[in-house]
């Protein structure tokens, strides 16, 4: 068992618990909190039409790749009419990356990726997202170099919450699901990683943080809230526990 000893070092313990050997990464509303921009913005848009945008109503389609359709519909709904969504969509974008250029990774993010990489922990993105997208800000926020595996929607049949983006990112690691924790900050997204069979953390975000997240093995407010070994130590006690 993964645990930290006296002197706050990391090592090994007997028991017969899977040791864990990788970490896997969301990106949006994770690493960079994308999914408050998104939301931020949004709501910036039907102001100019005299609505609000619940953040009630917005949390259900957070994490999903259908967040802007669904936002439209509503907008449709509420208007009574249908808006010009290629026109509407140009001015999100414009007011949506202002404030993405702005934002800096989410705190501990990368303490945890400088962590994983000194006890030799392999590490993947996964995520709902392009590539492109994903890969643009992740070299942009200076963290490109600590990922082993970059699995987006790209090559995958089915997005989260399906566990597809997840037991590929497994495979291409070269682990089991067992030997993986997840981070997450969705719903969809930690559905994902538990299907998928692997532990998961969550640490929701202004927009998800209205989610329940008790289908979990850990939630934290924030990575700054835990070292990774304290987090590994946690997770592996449980699960030993549970083991019997």
Same mark, same amino acid.
């Given at each position: 068992m993964f645990c930290i000893t006296e002197n706050n070092g990391v090592d090994w313990e007997g028991g017969g618990v899977m040791p864990i050997k990788a970490i896997a990464l969301d990106?949006? @509303?994770?690493i960079v909190d994308t999914e408050t921009a998104s939301y931020d913005s949004f709501c910036e848009l039907v102001r100019s039409f005299d609505l609000d945008m619940p953040l009630?109503?917005? *949390?259900?389609w957070a994490g999903g790749i259908q967040t802007w359709q669904l936002a439209c519909d509503y907008l449709d709904e509420q208007l009574g009419k249908p808006v010009d969504r290629e026109a509407l969509h140009r001015r999100h974008r414009e007011m949506y990356t202002a404030l993405i250029e702005e934002l800096d990774v989410m705190p501990g993010v990368k303490? +945890? +990726?400088?962590?994983?990489?000194r006890? @030799?922990?392999?590490v993947a993105l996964a995520s709902s997202a392009s590539a492109a997208w994903a890969v643009e800000h992740i070299k942009r926020c200076g963290?490109?170099?600590y990922f082993d595996v970059l699995q987006t929607r790209d090559d995958a049949a089915k997005v989260k919450p399906d566990p597809e983006?997840?037991?590929k990112a497994v495979e291409k690691l @070269?682990? *089991?699901p067992e030997e993986t924790i997840a981070f997450e900050d969705s719903l969809v997204g930690t559905l994902a990683a538990k299907a998928a069979g692997l532990s998961c953390v969550a640490v929701p975000n202004r927009v998800t943080g209205l989610f329940s997240f008790e289908h979990v093995d850990l939630q934290l407010a924030s990575l700054a809230d835990m070292s990774l070994e304290e987090i590994i130590c946690t997770l592996e006690q449980s699960r030993a526990a549970a083991q019997g």
């Open positions: 990106f949006d @509303g994770l009630e109503v917005w *949390k259900e303490q +945890l +990726l400088e962590d994983a990489c006890i @030799g922990l392999r963290l490109i170099d983006i997840y037991r @070269g682990v *089991k």
